[in-house]
């Protein structure tokens, strides 16, 4: 266990072993949460939450839907052009 100490500003450094097991890089936003026992900080998600409706306008096909068989076969067909590519 780990001990840190509370600045005259109000500052508490997260030590090292911590933030690298995280990946918490200097900027990170936290939320605050007072818990019974103590205070929990979790990151800010990068990424505003969203559903599956609103992610999947981002591919920008605007054709008739595919079939899985169809997917698959565009999957397969370009996995081997990028392996014959990469062959040369």
Same mark, same amino acid.
């Given at each position: 266990?780990?001990?840190?100490?509370? &600045?005259?500003?109000?500052?508490?450094?997260?030590?090292?072993?911590? !933030? &690298?097991?995280?990946? +918490?890089?200097?900027?990170? !936003?936290? #939320?605050?949460?007072? #818990?019974?026992?103590?205070?929990?900080?979790?990151? #800010?998600? &990068?990424?505003? #939450?969203?559903?599956?409706?609103?992610?999947?306008?981002?591919?920008?096909?605007?054709?008739?839907?595919? &079939?899985?068989?169809?997917?698959?076969?565009?999957?397969?067909?370009?996995?081997? !052009?990028? +392996?014959?590519?990469?062959? !040369?």
């Amino acid at each position: 266990m780990e001990t840190t100490l509370l &600045s005259s500003k109000g500052q508490v450094i997260i030590p090292k072993t911590i !933030r &690298s097991s995280h990946h +918490w890089k200097p900027g990170t !936003r936290f #939320v605050v949460e007072d #818990v019974q026992g103590g205070v929990l900080l979790k990151p #800010v998600s &990068s990424f505003p #939450v969203t559903d599956l409706e609103k992610g999947l306008g981002c591919t920008g096909y605007k054709g008739p839907a595919k &079939s899985l068989d169809e997917i698959q076969s565009a999957i397969d067909d370009e996995m081997a !052009r990028t +392996w014959r590519k990469g062959q !040369r």
